[in-house]
């Protein structure tokens, strides 16, 4: 247990739905991340949060929307993919965005677009 | 932008022996991590280096922070099933110029094959 739990585990969808990841950290911390993990290729970070503040990675797709309501929950919003979004969507938290701050992952969401 | 090259991409090895992977890139670095992922979860963090030349353990588990700061290494001792899984570099990432790192950028990562 990582203390970043992540919702649901496993999620399939079709091209034309909508729907949201949900991470929630206890450990205090003030910094959120989503990565993507696809299958041979590396994790991709895709948008950070610190103290509720997103920075902008404009190589997304709009297609994924963050939300960071508050320190402790991050939510990414999912509308019309595509097939290669297929992935493992990981969620980690820091104190903060300072290099020697260590990153906690959850387990991740095994998402599927049919 | 950054990246991460490491190797092997993966080890058949049998239970009892040593284990060494190694992770470079054309950057430098300012910290390095290591992370292990095992199936069905996300990545856990071994080791973290901060300093250039630093040799830092964790029971089995030795890491270097190689002295140019574009290289570092693992070493496993004695590997036991346990230690079956993807094992990962990591360091600091900018989503863009300018300010504190924001992210991690990964490695490929190694997976460590145990045969009975």
């Known amino acids: 247990e990582t203390g970043v739990t992540q919702t649901p585990r496993h999620l399939v969808m079709g091209m034309t739905n909508k729907k949201s990841l949900k991470c929630e950290q206890h450990?205090?911390?003030?910094?959120m991340y989503w990565y993507k993990q696809s299958a041979k290729k590396p994790l991709e970070l895709m948008f950070v949060?610190?103290?509720?503040?997103?920075?902008e990675n404009n190589s997304v797709p709009s297609r994924f929307s963050p939300e960071c309501p508050n320190s402790s929950h991050l939510f990414l919003h999912l509308h019309t993919l595509q097939p290669e979004d297929s992935a493992l969507y990981l969620c980690?938290?820091?104190?903060?965005?300072?290099?020697?701050?260590?990153?906690?992952f959850g387990a991740g969401t095994r998402l599927s677009v049919l | 932008g950054q990246q991460l090259n490491q190797s092997p991409q993966s080890m058949f090895i049998q239970e009892g022996e040593d284990v060494s992977m190694n992770c470079t890139s054309s950057?430098?670095?300012?910290?390095w991590l290591w992370y292990k992922q095992d199936p069905g979860e996300g990545p856990v963090l071994l080791i973290a280096?901060?300093?250039?030349?630093e040799l830092t353990s964790n029971g089995r588990l030795t890491a270097q922070f190689g002295i140019t700061r574009k290289d570092s290494f693992l070493n496993i001792s004695a590997s036991i099933p346990s230690d079956v899984g993807i094992y990962f570099c990591?360091?600091?990432?900018?989503?863009?110029?300018?300010?504190?790192?924001?992210?991690?950028?990964f490695g490929k990562g190694t997976h460590l094959i145990i045969q009975p």
């Open positions: 980690a938290s820091s104190q903060d965005i300072l290099a020697k701050n260590i990153q906690y």
């Open positions: 450990l205090g911390h003030n910094a």
């Open positions: 949060y610190n103290f509720k503040e997103q920075t």
């Open positions: 950057s430098i670095f300012n910290t």
């Open positions: 280096l901060y300093k250039a030349g």
């Open positions: 990591a360091g600091p990432f900018k989503l863009y110029s300018g300010g504190g790192a924001d992210g991690l950028t």
